[in-house]
């Protein structure tokens, strides 16, 4: 379940820069190299550790769809 738990948590901070990215992108917030490094440690970080991309997108989706209840439910199944 840790690995889970890391590759929730993975997936969550990779939605959470694709936001920022876009947000970034649309009002030419900041430079977005910083945004961009973000997004290809995590990607790194995936391939290094050998995570399962497929479960990765997944728990991006679900992520992007959970209510607070939903995650704070399935954060608890993690640990």
Not at 52 to 75: A, C, G, T
């Amino acid at each position: 379940m840790k690995n889970d738990k890391e590759l929730f948590g993975l997936a969550q901070m990779y939605v959470a820069l694709e936001k920022e990215y876009e947000k970034a992108s649309e009002y030419n917030l900041y430079d977005l190299d910083e945004i961009k490094q973000g997004l290809e440690n995590i990607r790194d970080t995936l391939f290094q550790k050998g995570y399962d991309i497929d479960k990765f997108l997944h728990y991006q989706e679900m992520y992007r769809k959970m209510s607070i209840k939903e995650y704070i439910d399935f954060v608890k199944t993690l640990e």
